[in-house]
């Protein structure tokens, strides 16, 4: 989808989330409690947003799957190119656990969801009962005990997947990219080819059914506002507030000091070459479609050699998802205080490492992280559904978390390039030739 096609898809999920908040409060506000009411609800727009919901979710493990045994196999050329492969890695990763690190502190200081009314936390809680029950569960299998770490390699990869287990999935995917690097190349070409096709059907698929996003949030809107009022859009707000706390925390703070320090490049000549790359990714949000922007300003604005961009670039865009980690985590954090599901230390612990995990399934295209956050929450014993609440605002935030996901790359991209001394560029000289 274009740029232009992203921005009409995010008026009209605008409206149909203005509109399904504005209906949905009306209604409460007239008929709250009315027996009427709740089998309105039960029988139009809280069937419609499930469907709608579902077949995201449907996508979901295709997704992970194929991508993610397709990132690992093209470490297949980490192998080949040595250090600068765990480099890049390594600097993916510091960045990504630093971001979901900073959201979690920033979603611990504000706490946007602690402050729903018990009465109608309560009765999000009883209308979403039948998941309530795993709830229990959340508190104790949420330790980094060696339990968890035995119940990430799957008996069954099958079972696995039946059950949405997905660190067992993740751990699957992963070892079966392994395997397909060490066949020869010959035997591993169709089923990278049929890989590739998998990412590409899921990922259309996602196209497919974010055209029908408009309705989905008016669905989904109608449904949360009609029965709980508008008590939870307030806090909605705050949501919003903390998840680009943290993105600007780590936009202003990490990437200029990592910019600075492992690059040596000034951190304002890094903004001024890269403010195309931001533009793009901010109006597709899609780290795949701003690629080609992000490997011809990096190499020509950044002075970054196309051997290092060539390389960290691509993978980036699959593996290094900064924005997309700090938002899960932010997010499923947010929905478990309005659940009033606890999550300790280690439990956030825990988060931090799916969420790290999880980003590298996440494919770079618009809302692609949506459904993994719905079987992260479900993993954690968080009614899925919980999403609703925060699904009007994803196109917004989708952009910004698109944007910190590519400059994650580019930053990336300077570090390895500083790293390897791979350039002939010299960090000494001005980053961006002069204007004009
Ligand atoms: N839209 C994001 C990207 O392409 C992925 C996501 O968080 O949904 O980077």
Redesign the pocket.
Do not use: K, Q, W, Y
């Given at each position: 989808m274009g740029g232009n096609g992203e921005r009409n898809l995010a008026l009209r999920v605008g409206i149909g989330l203005l509109a399904g908040a504005g209906a949905g409060s009306v209604c409460n506000l007239l008929w709250a409690g009315e027996p009427a009411l709740e089998w309105c609800i039960a029988h139009t727009t809280e069937p419609a947003g499930t469907i709608w919901l579902r077949t995201l979710m449907m996508v979901v493990l295709p997704l992970v799957f194929g991508s993610l045994a397709l990132g690992v196999a093209s470490l297949g050329d980490l192998r080949r190119l040595g250090r600068i492969g765990g480099r890049t890695v390594l600097v993916f990763l510091s960045l990504t656990a630093i971001s979901v690190l900073l959201g979690l502190l920033v979603v611990n200081l504000l706490q946007p969801g602690t402050d729903i009314p018990p009465e109608t936390r309560d009765r999000l809680v009883a209308t979403y009962a039948t998941e309530s029950a795993a709830r229990a569960q959340a508190a104790s299998g949420l330790t980094l005990g060696v339990s968890t770490l035995v119940n990430v390699v799957p008996r069954n990869p099958v079972a696995a997947m039946a059950d949405f287990d997905l660190l067992a999935v993740i751990f699957f995917a992963m070892m079966f990219g392994i395997g397909l690097t060490r066949l020869a190349p010959a035997k591993a070409a169709p089923m990278t080819a049929f890989l590739e096709a998998l990412v590409g059907v899921s990922t259309s698929i996602i196209d497919l059914v974010m055209k029908l996003a408009p309705f989905g949030v008016f669905a989904l809107m109608f449904t949360v506002t009609g029965r709980f009022g508008y008590d939870l859009l307030a806090r909605l707000g705050v949501y919003v507030v903390a998840v680009l706390l943290g993105m600007l925390l780590q936009f202003l703070g990490v990437y200029p000091l990592v910019v600075r320090v492992l690059g040596r490049m000034s951190p304002r000549a890094f903004l001024r070459g890269a403010r195309t790359i931001l533009l793009t990714?901010f109006s597709?949000?899609?780290?795949?479609?701003?690629l080609p922007t992000t490997l011809q300003v990096t190499e020509r604005e950044l002075g970054v050699s196309k051997e290092v961009c060539g390389f960290v670039l691509p993978l980036g865009?699959t593996l290094n998802?900064n924005?997309?980690a700090l938002?899960?985590g932010v997010t499923v954090l947010f929905i478990a205080q309005v659940f009033g599901v606890p999550l300790d230390l280690s439990a956030q612990a825990m988060l931090l490492v799916i969420c790290v995990i999880s980003?590298v399934g996440?494919?770079?295209?618009?809302?692609?992280?949506?459904p993994?956050l719905v079987v992260i929450l479900q993993s954690l014993g968080i009614p899925g559904e919980g999403i609703a609440i925060v699904l009007g605002v994803d196109r917004v935030l989708?952009?910004c978390?698109?944007t910190l996901?590519?400059t994650g790359d580019v930053v990336t991209a300077v570090v390895v390039r500083r790293l390897e001394g791979l350039s002939g560029f010299s960090p000494a000289s001005p980053a961006v030739p002069p204007a004009g």
């Open positions: 990714a597709t949000s899609s780290s795949n479609a701003t865009a998802m924005g997309t938002f899960e980003a996440a494919a770079g295209t618009p809302s692609s992280s949506i993994l989708d952009m978390r698109t996901n590519v």
